[in-house]
């Protein structure tokens, strides 16, 4: 099963709802192609809802940094929501835990991108 | 190339030959949680297995047989009472994992890469490369069961 994502917007924030697997192949790509089309768009808030996300490996953790750094770049943010047990064990694993800015309630997730883009 | 000599047909043993065709990938993970699961590793380390051999059968495929479809990956899953040990044979020339840069290293914290090699060791008990006389390496994984764990031990029992 590979990944599947549905956007929408809330406010300005632009949320990917994921889910499936973000593996070495056709799930990074499409989170690449993802990313780079928003902010072709001139959208640099992006929350990725990771709920649905099954698995993901040292690839797409590359890829979540990948993005991270890329929207970071264009002066936007990055945020991930709803993290599995799975995910965030991997994230802490690897110490990027402290790199995202993790939420598990949309609605705050919303309101932390607001306050940082008013500030 | 041929197959690993010991690869013969024992009660114990599972050996699997795939090509090198990332689609594969996920048929070697099915088969690591599925032994994991005869041996008795709770849901947890089955998954723990299952990602230390996706990130090792991707790491035959890419980087040991460059991708070429014409090379084959071997994998041979050993079941003892006390633990896994699973083999993975590509056709590459191997890698000294000791020179790998640490992933958790404040400079590295963003590098898109880097990060197989570092979750295989976290995930398993021992990790491996040895190099195939004739050619080929062999990436040697072992998880041992959890004796402090009911339900794994209780496996165990005669």
């Not at chain 1, 995910?87 to 919303?110: P, S």
């Not at chain 2, 051999?53 to 899953?77: C, M, Q, T, Y």
């Not at chain 2, 060791?121 to 004739?134: K, L, N, S, W, Y």
Request: glycine share 8%; hydrophobic share 40%.
């Amino acid at each position: 099963m590979s990944m599947k994502a549905t956007l929408r917007q809330v406010d300005s924030v632009i949320v990917i709802d994921m889910s499936g697997r973000i593996t070495l192949g056709e799930g990074c790509t499409q989170l690449r192609e993802l990313v780079r089309e928003q902010l072709g768009k001139g959208k640099r808030q992006l929350l990725l809802n990771l709920a649905d996300i099954t698995y993901i490996d040292s690839s797409g953790i590359g890829e979540l940094v990948s993005a991270f750094t890329a929207v970071s770049n264009q002066g936007g943010q990055l945020k991930l929501l709803n993290l599995t047990k799975k995910v965030h064990d991997l994230l802490q694993i690897t110490k990027l835990y402290t790199v995202f800015d993790i939420h598990d309630d949309e609605a705050k997730a919303i309101g932390a991108f607001e306050k940082a883009a008013g500030a | 190339m041929s197959p690993p000599p010991n690869m013969t047909a024992e009660a114990s043993v599972i050996e699997v030959e795939l090509a090198s065709d990332l689609k594969n990938v996920e048929v070697a993970e099915q088969i690591a949680r599925r032994v994991s699961g005869i041996v008795g590793f709770s849901e947890d380390d089955q998954h723990k297995i299952d990602m230390a051999v996706h990130e090792s059968v991707i790491n035959a495929i890419w980087h040991g047989n460059k991708n070429d479809p014409s090379k084959h990956v071997w994998l041979r899953f050993q079941m003892y009472s006390d633990r896994l040990e699973i083999r993975i044979r590509d056709q590459g020339n191997g890698y000294d994992p000791s020179k790998l840069p640490d992933p958790l290293a404040d400079e590295n914290l963003l590098n898109v890469s880097g990060r197989g090699i570092f979750l295989i060791r976290t995930f398993m008990d021992e990790f491996r490369v040895e190099g195939v006389a004739g050619g080929g390496t062999d990436v040697v994984l072992v998880k041992r069961l959890n004796c402090n764990n009911p339900a794994q031990s209780r496996r165990n029992e005669p």
